[in-house]
């Protein structure tokens, strides 16, 4: 578990270098996630790894564990919403409409993604 740990750790740390060294814009965990999601691929793909018993490893264990608690990472959120409660006063009009633009804006993209990855693989 410490060793699954210390895995999970050193992606969100590459993704933190790697996101704050090129200026990326995007989070250093999202940039480690990706980065430890293509090395589990790749691994799997040399037969180091069984993706149908991923949940049986280490790996798996630990973050089936961090999957179970993830509601108690939302407080520290939610304690800064209630914080700056004034500003939703302010902004809720706006932060509302990006709220639901976002979305629908996603929920499209993902019907197309959708629909070409569906035709792409009807073709071979």
Do not use: C, K, N
């Not at 750790?9 to 430890?36: D, F, H, K, S, Y």
């Not at 006063?89 to 959708?114: I, K, P």
Request: hydrophobic letters at 60%; zero cysteines.
């Amino acid at each position: 578990m410490i060793a699954a740990i210390g895995l999970l750790l050193a992606g969100q740390l590459a993704g933190e270098v790697l996101g704050r060294g090129l200026g990326l814009p995007v989070p250093g965990p999202v940039i480690g996630l990706v980065l430890l999601a293509g090395l589990l691929s790749l691994a799997a793909a040399t037969g180091r790894v069984s993706t149908t018993s991923i949940d049986a490893t280490a790996l798996g264990r630990t973050a089936g564990g961090l999957l179970g608690v993830l509601g108690i990472l939302f407080v520290p959120a939610g304690v800064g919403v209630i914080q700056q409660f004034h500003l939703l006063g302010r902004y809720g009009l706006a932060l509302g409409a990006a709220l639901v633009g976002s979305t629908l804006l996603a929920m499209l993209v993902t019907v197309f993604v959708f629909i070409a990855v569906a035709r792409w693989t009807r073709r071979e």
